[in-house]
């Protein structure tokens, strides 16, 4: 589907573009980056939601969790560990549980999509295999589907939450294993699933509310900041922090999908297009290839020159997007690179 390689491009340039701000100027400054917080906003749950709407199949089958494990495990591992032997001077094996322990200090989005895309599998393995015994009809109904997805997310939703608060409670232990992301997540790849079984049946209706959706967005990002805290209201509770952040994040990726409905012609076929749903085909190979070798080196170049704020973070932005894909292309004329960097498997 041509709209949704094109959501996948402008989420991966909206990922360079806020990481472009954050190593330029550092979190301090980048959380109060306007800019920066309407991205963040929305990016990451968007390009959650999109991997569970482009997962869900009727029926499942083990060989799903071998792709993904085959797809992001590599690249989770192995880009840091070559990233630190080249810019470091070492190869540590303890990295590998250091990622375990906290995956947000490197690839996190890849762990966390191969932990919430393998629970949602076994499960709908499991619910197949007890369907064969009770009715094959109505364990296969989009009703069906739908409460046995809702359920098992919130469940997941909720087992995290909890680890986490006890986690993070606990002053002898200093890891989360990536709990807290998983919690946030999980709710955008089971809502990516579920909107993938209703799909055909709202399809009209989000290409006319595209303009409504982004206004909706627009005035709630404007409020939005690092840390899912809503400025209009002080002190906010974790309950109203939690509940701003899912209104936003989910007003931004159905804004737009309606903008992608409305504007993205399957006929459409201008440069700009085809560049775009291009960079949507290897998101993955950017995300980790950038973060790993590209934005770093680029930006200790342009902070020697002291540009203004926007050329230097434009700079950042073009250079480490189009070296991504430089360093993709030459990635893929080895044999066994192309696996353990860009997650590319035989499947």
Known sequence: MKNIDCLKGIAILLVVLGHSIQYLYGNEVAFHNRLF??????HMPLFMFISGFVSYKIYVSWDNIKKRAYQLLPPFFICPLIASLLFEGKFEI????RLLKN????????????IISTYFTIVRLTTQRI????SENDITTQKWQTIILLVSGLFLFFACSIVSIKLSNNEDINFDCGTPLIALHSVFYMSGLITKIYYERFIDLLKKSWMFLMIIWFLLASFWEFGHKPTFIANPNL????????ITAFAGIFMMIAASLKFVKQERDDWMLKSITSL???????????????IGVVRDWVVLFEWNHELSVLTVFVLTTLGSVLLIKIVELGNLAPQLILGK???
């Open 37 to 42: 917080n309407y991205i963040y906003s929305f």
């Open 131 to 134: 369907g064969r015994g009770i």
């Open 239 to 246: 309950i109203v922090r939690v509940a701003y952040y899912y």
């Open 94 to 97: 303890n990295s590998f549980l």
């Open 345 to 347: 498997n035989q499947f």
């Open 280 to 294: 949507g085909t290897m998101t993955l190979g950017i995300y980790a290839l950038h973060l790993s070798f590209i």
């Open 103 to 114: 995956p947000d200090s490197g690839l996190w989005f890849l762990y966390v999509l191969f």
